[in-house]
């Protein structure tokens, strides 16, 4: 799932950076408000939907840390059952140990439709099921995260999601894309990737971290 998943981003990524620089969409524009309307109530019902659920996945974590000319330092794997109520954690078990420690996976995503944005059409849309929007905020300094969502043409559904977090606590920059489907009649990440790089004693340190899930079951 990963590989085929990490096609996708690099275009996008570039494609959510170069959106700012299009004049944004006047915040009245009737068909813009209308997507990003409806995009928040689809998302809305669906936390609605898994607060009500007690649930359980597997997810599998690829780790690769990054130092001083771009040598791979340290590659590591983690494979953990989680136990969810909503969003909440109950409990872990763990399939596979990494060995050493490496950073969780984050599964929980903002609904950015539901937040103070500058919203924009991304250019060249030609009619297909999907809509891409961008976001981006209006300054620097309320740790909002910018970037673009797809959304299904016709349902609304959020499919992927793209975030660049332009002032990260305690890191230099900070991505994480999201696929996401729908089950159960909720929308939970089927892949995340996240990109990283945080301030060395001596150098920038970089990690990716690659994550899938599987195996999503209800708990009766």
Do not use: C
């Not at 170069?18 to 409806?38: C, K, R």
């Not at 780790?63 to 001083?68: D, F, L, P, S, V």
């Amino acid at each position: 799932m990963t590989k085929r998943f990490l096609q996708i981003p690099a275009a996008l990524i570039l494609a959510a950076i170069l959106f700012i620089s299009v004049p944004a969409q006047e915040p009245t524009d009737p068909v813009l408000g209308f997507y990003v309307t409806q995009a928040n109530k689809a998302l809305e019902k669906s936390e609605l939907r898994s607060e009500e659920m007690r649930y359980t996945f597997l997810a599998s974590s690829h780790y690769k840390q990054i130092g001083r000319g771009g040598i791979v330092e340290r590659l590591d794997t983690a494979i953990t059952r989680y136990f969810m109520s909503g969003s909440r954690i109950d409990s872990t078990q763990v399939v596979v140990e990494p060995t050493s420690e490496m950073p969780a996976p984050t599964f929980a995503f903002p609904n950015i439709f539901a937040e103070s944005y500058i919203y924009n059409f991304f250019p060249n849309d030609i009619g297909e099921e999907d809509i891409a929007i961008g976001f981006d905020t209006p300054g620097s300094e309320d740790g909002l995260p910018a970037g673009l969502a797809v959304i299904d043409r016709a349902e609304y559904k959020l499919k992927r999601l793209h975030l660049y977090y332009q002032n990260p606590d305690g890191f230099k920059r900070l991505t994480r894309s999201y696929l996401l489907k729908e089950q159960n009649g909720f929308i939970f990440a089927d892949s995340i990737w996240e990109l990283n790089a945080k301030h060395g004693v001596f150098s920038t340190e970089y990690y990716r971290l690659d994550t899938d899930i599987r195996q999503l079951q209800l708990i009766r």
